[in-house]
């Protein structure tokens, strides 16, 4: 009976600590775009990363199938710099070559609309990505059938860039979610 006990007792405690784990999981997917200036709420599935640099504020993998796997979002935000909104998404598109030789401004997809106020800026773009500052990056082929999904929220005080680039049918498949998470941002009162 003792044995009985104590066995009952420690899936009780191992029940209670999953538990414990599965919620601290799905607040950090909600919670986890907390900072000082700018909050959002992660759509679920996404799994919160350690960014890759120092330059990103934070980072997701995007869950993909596993014949096209995953997408990554970058977070950035660049203090008194960033550049213009414009210039960006110009060297953004930059950043992706068309199989069939026509300009990457012409695919480009951007939809400006707003989130509490704050002016947004969104792109979606499919190609061949060149990873780096830009296209045309000498013998390098690039990754061919991939997307970009982005973001531009311009804040009172510096512009926030959220950038996936994955393999296209991944970030089709969360663009819906992509533009509905556009919509929480909102800047933190000082």
């Not at 191992?14 to 986890?32: D, I, P, R």
């Not at 960014?51 to 990103?56: E, L």
């Not at 996936?164 to 919509?183: C, D, H, M, Q, V």
């Amino acid at each position: 009976m003792h044995r009985l006990f104590s066995t009952l007792f420690i899936v009780t405690i191992s029940l209670f600590v999953l538990l414990a784990c599965n919620k601290k999981e799905e607040e950090q997917k909600t919670t986890a775009g907390a900072d000082s200036e700018l909050t959002y709420t992660v759509p679920q599935g996404w799994v919160v990363e350690t960014p890759s640099s120092q330059m990103r504020r934070a980072q997701y993998r995007i869950p993909g199938h596993a014949e096209t796997g995953d997408a990554e979002l970058a977070v950035f935000v660049f203090p008194g710099r960033g550049g213009m909104v414009q210039a960006n998404i110009d060297r953004w598109i930059n950043q992706f070559n068309q199989p069939d030789d026509s300009a990457s401004k012409d695919k480009a997809e951007i939809k400006k609309t707003e989130s509490n106020g704050m002016p947004v800026t969104l792109l979606y773009l499919t190609g061949t990505y060149q990873p780096g500052m830009g296209g045309n990056m000498g013998s390098h082929s690039g990754l061919a059938g991939f997307a970009m999904l982005a973001a531009i929220v311009e804040t009172s005080n510096d512009p926030w860039f959220f950038k996936a680039i994955g393999p296209e049918p991944t970030l089709e498949r969360w663009r819906g979610e992509f533009e509905t998470f556009a919509k929480t941002f909102r800047e933190s009162q000082p």
